[in-house]
């Protein structure tokens, strides 16, 4: 496999990443039109940590990690680390080493479609991750790949640039062009959440507040009692 690695791509502003970084995975998602996620196998080995950045791509041979040493020299600050295999693959393309030098160069985590080691090592660190597995797999460095292409995770395509959204509930990708906009949504979500909450708190139904009663009415359900539905079966 041949490939490329593209430099300097186009990012989102630091600033609606930043923005973006407020709001947990799933506001976010909600307010994309219930768009972005990546598949629920895609799991944090640390809880606790929400990151947000700018997604450096990586598209490897399974089993090889070579792309990953070329993609460090492309990331920078405020980038979150991308990287997926041609063909299914779980074995520990990422570990400690890779997470030290990107630390340096001011990544905030790594995504991965494939196998992640050396777990307790980058939870003492501090450097966050998500993969599809934990695996001790060694692997090689010997087949050319890409960086900063369009790849895709679970069918979730993902361009470089594009924000990168990770917490304990998984990952959502926010396209770089819909950023800001997305900010905004998120932010408008959070404010109706917000007041929901004080509502139930007050004890106020969800039935009630979301007009849920006429919605069980013309789905023909019924609220009949003890009595009567035993009687229909004594």
Same mark, same amino acid.
């Given at each position: 496999?041949?490939?490329?690695?593209?430099?300097?791509?186009?990012?989102?502003?630091?600033?609606?990443?930043d923005a973006l970084a407020q709001y947990g995975v799933a506001t976010v998602s909600e307010a994309l039109g219930r768009t972005g996620l990546?598949?629920?196998?895609?799991?944090?080995?640390?809880?606790?940590? =929400?990151?947000?950045?700018?997604?450096?791509?990586?598209?490897?041979?399974?089993?090889?990690?070579?792309?990953?040493?070329?993609?460090?020299?492309?990331?920078?600050?405020?980038?979150?680390?991308?990287?997926?295999?041609?063909?299914?693959?779980?074995?520990?393309?990422?570990? &400690?080493?890779?997470?030290?030098?990107?630390?340096?160069?001011? #990544?905030?985590?790594?995504?991965?479609?494939?196998?992640?080691?050396?777990?307790?090592?980058? =939870?003492?660190?501090?450097?966050?991750?998500?993969?599809?597995?934990?695996?001790?797999?060694?692997?090689?460095?010997?087949?050319?790949?890409?960086?900063?292409?369009?790849?895709?995770?679970?069918?979730?395509?993902?361009?470089?640039?594009?924000?990168?959204?990770?917490?304990?509930?998984?990952?959502?990708? #926010?396209?770089?062009?819909?950023?800001?906009?997305?900010?905004?949504?998120? &932010?408008?979500?959070?404010?109706?959440?917000?007041?929901? =909450?004080?509502?139930?708190?007050?004890?106020?139904?969800?039935?009630?507040?979301?007009?849920?009663?006429?919605?069980?009415?013309?789905?023909?359900?019924?609220?009949?009692?003890?009595?009567?539905?035993?009687?229909?079966?004594?």
């Amino acid at each position: 496999m041949s490939g490329v690695i593209v430099t300097n791509p186009p990012k989102a502003d630091l600033k609606d990443v930043d923005a973006l970084a407020q709001y947990g995975v799933a506001t976010v998602s909600e307010a994309l039109g219930r768009t972005g996620l990546l598949g629920p196998e895609i799991r944090p080995v640390q809880q606790g940590v =929400r990151v947000a950045g700018t997604a450096v791509t990586v598209l490897s041979w399974p089993g090889d990690n070579l792309m990953i040493h070329a993609a460090v020299e492309q990331c920078g600050e405020g980038d979150i680390l991308v990287v997926t295999t041609t063909s299914p693959c779980t074995d520990g393309l990422f570990g &400690e080493l890779f997470a030290t030098a990107l630390k340096q160069r001011g #990544v905030r985590g790594v995504v991965t479609g494939t196998g992640i080691r050396d777990t307790q090592e980058l =939870r003492d660190m501090g450097f966050a991750a998500w993969s599809r597995a934990v695996s001790s797999q060694g692997t090689v460095k010997a087949t050319g790949g890409s960086v900063n292409v369009p790849i895709a995770i679970d069918g979730q395509g993902i361009r470089p640039g594009d924000v990168i959204l990770a917490d304990d509930d998984g990952v959502v990708v #926010v396209p770089r062009q819909r950023a800001r906009e997305t900010a905004l949504k998120a &932010e408008a979500r959070e404010a109706k959440e917000a007041a929901t =909450r004080a509502a139930f708190i007050e004890g106020q139904l969800g039935l009630d507040r979301y007009g849920l009663r006429d919605t069980l009415k013309r789905l023909g359900v019924e609220y009949r009692s003890y009595e009567e539905c035993a009687g229909e079966t004594s």
